[in-house]
């Protein structure tokens, strides 16, 4: 739904040719004759990077799976330039600047938490630039009509709207009372914020609100006392896994007994390496807005299988960026699909801004609609959310979620105080 991207959580630069494909011209983005070259803007130092570590591993995956297959434009190759948003907005507005200007990329696909230092300069200065990436944010520029070089590739997360997503899931769970902790960043605040709206709209209470802890917190303590006093019976956290697992132990402990805690990050394969997490994130619910791999779809059991022999993933279960980086490069494929394989920029995202047929290869549950910026059909990937809840050493898709969708409650701004 359109709150489920929520925030930022999760190195190496390096520069991959995939495929060699005759030469030309180095400086030019839009030369036909050589490898796309394609800027991949993420946290490589700083706060996040641990939580971005398989951002690469996942854009590279995809365009080596793409190459094998013998993808329609995989003869052109793919040349991949990292950049740098060090955990920050400035950062990320460096970062851009740097593949654009120095780098000359045909596109960026930007996974970072901190793109919104950078949105208004990808808009204006780069706007013959095609920026496809998470868009999970909390940028505005991401539904500025005036900025057409964006295309969300992952949630399409408009954070100034509500949907009606979280607030029917939680009813059906039997849920009473919300409960939402954020950090004091655009995007986290924004989602927890709606999904209170959702809950309300639902006909849930609103109970314990805090959208305002530092990022990566861990001191939980006065969190949970004031849950627990509010009498909220499911919680929502946009947070990374550390401070989300922090909170579940900590209502544990305190003797709360919750039906649903969910967090928007931390399905994937590096949970169920350590036992230790394994025992404190128990019954804990992992939103997407992906197919999990667990459904075991025609679609998910291939992109598992790329995940295992591209990406070297021992369990084929993607992480949240390395999820986040092979849906950005799966768009930029699928644009030069529908553009042809030798089209310029301009072409490409002219193409794209008219397309209304993507669906990352199956992962989605409704195709993105582009060609009405900021908005996606009912039922499309900003308005629905798939859960799997931790059982054991296995991720469980939740039958009340998979999907869970709703649509935009009308007349709501979401703003947080």
């Not at 690469?56 to 993808?71: H, I, L, Q």
């Not at 990808?122 to 909390?138: C, I, K, R, Y």
């Not at 209304?356 to 900021?374: E, I, M």
């Amino acid at each position: 739904m359109r709150r489920v991207g929520a925030i930022a959580t999760w190195t190496s630069a390096a520069l991959l040719l995939l495929t060699a494909c005759g030469g030309g011209a180095a400086g030019d983005a839009d030369s036909a004759g050589g490898p796309v070259k394609v800027g991949v803007l993420t946290s490589l130092s700083g706060a996040a990077a641990a939580h971005y570590a398989d951002t690469e591993s996942g854009v590279k995956a995809r365009f080596a799976a793409y190459k094998a297959a013998g993808g329609k434009c995989a003869a052109r190759g793919f040349d991949v330039v990292m950049a740098d948003d060090q955990s920050t907005p400035q950062g990320a507005l460096t970062a851009a600047q740097r593949l654009v200007q120095q780098e000359n990329v045909y596109a960026v696909l930007p996974v970072s938490t901190y793109f919104y230092g950078a949105g208004q300069y990808a808009g204006t200065q780069a706007a013959s630039t095609p920026f496809l990436g998470g868009a999970f944010d909390g940028g505005e520029q991401w539904f500025d009509p005036k900025y057409g070089n964006l295309f969300p590739a992952m949630s399409g997360t408009d954070y100034d709207r509500a949907a009606t997503t979280l607030g029917t899931y939680w009813k059906k769970l039997g849920g009473s009372k919300v409960a939402v902790v954020a950090y004091n960043t655009p995007s986290s605040a924004k989602a927890a914020e709606g999904a209170a709206v959702s809950a309300e709209h639902a006909g849930l209470g609103r109970g314990y609100v805090n959208e305002r802890i530092p990022f990566g917190s861990s001191d939980v303590g006065p969190i949970v006392l004031g849950i627990k006093k509010s009498g909220a019976d499911v919680l929502y956290a946009p947070v990374i896994p550390e401070t989300g697992f922090a909170l579940a132990t900590g209502l544990r402990r305190a003797g709360v007994k919750m039906k649903s805690i969910l967090l928007a990050t931390g399905y994937g394969a590096d949970l169920l390496k350590s036992p230790p997490t394994l025992k404190v994130a128990q019954g804990v619910g992992f939103m997407t807005s992906y197919a999990p791999v667990e459904t075991d779809t025609k679609a998910t059991a291939a992109w598992s299988a790329a995940l295992k022999r591209y990406a070297k993933s021992a369990s084929g279960i993607p992480s949240f960026s390395q999820a986040v980086g092979w849906i950005s490069a799966d768009l930029l494929l699928h644009g030069l699909e529908k553009a042809g394989c030798t089209a310029s920029r301009k072409q490409l995202m002219a193409a794209l801004r008219t397309d209304n047929s993507w669906t990352a290869g199956g992962l989605f549950p409704q195709p993105a609609d582009f060609a009405h910026k900021g908005t996606y059909s009912v039922g499309g990937p900003g308005d629905c959310t798939f859960v799997s809840v931790l059982k054991g050493a296995k991720f469980v898709p939740d039958p009340a979620a998979a999907p869970a969708c709703g649509e935009q409650i009308s007349g709501v701004k979401v703003s947080v105080k």
